[in-house]
């Protein structure tokens, strides 16, 4: 039962894209203001967007996991 109930869900999620092609609002916007940008510029920013929305939950994560992140690196480069 519960394999069938996962297969289902899985189907589910895969078969509706409306749910993941809702794009972020940030790159929406840069999308929406590129139509009167040349072509090189329109490309740097929706990067740049998608570089800051991509680097938030690391450094979350950074800063949440920062003493087991730093015992990790500690164990690795002192170990002889």
Known sequence: MKKIALLFLATILT???QIFA???SQC???AEQGAEMDESSFGTN???GI????????ILILFL???KILAALRMVFLKK
């Open 28 to 30: 929406k916007l840069l």
């Open 51 to 58: 570089l800051y929305l991509m680097i938030i939950p690391y």
């Open 15 to 17: 078969f509706s894209q």
């Open 65 to 67: 996991f920062r003493k």
């Open 22 to 24: 809702q794009g972020c």
């Open 46 to 48: 929706i990067n740049s």
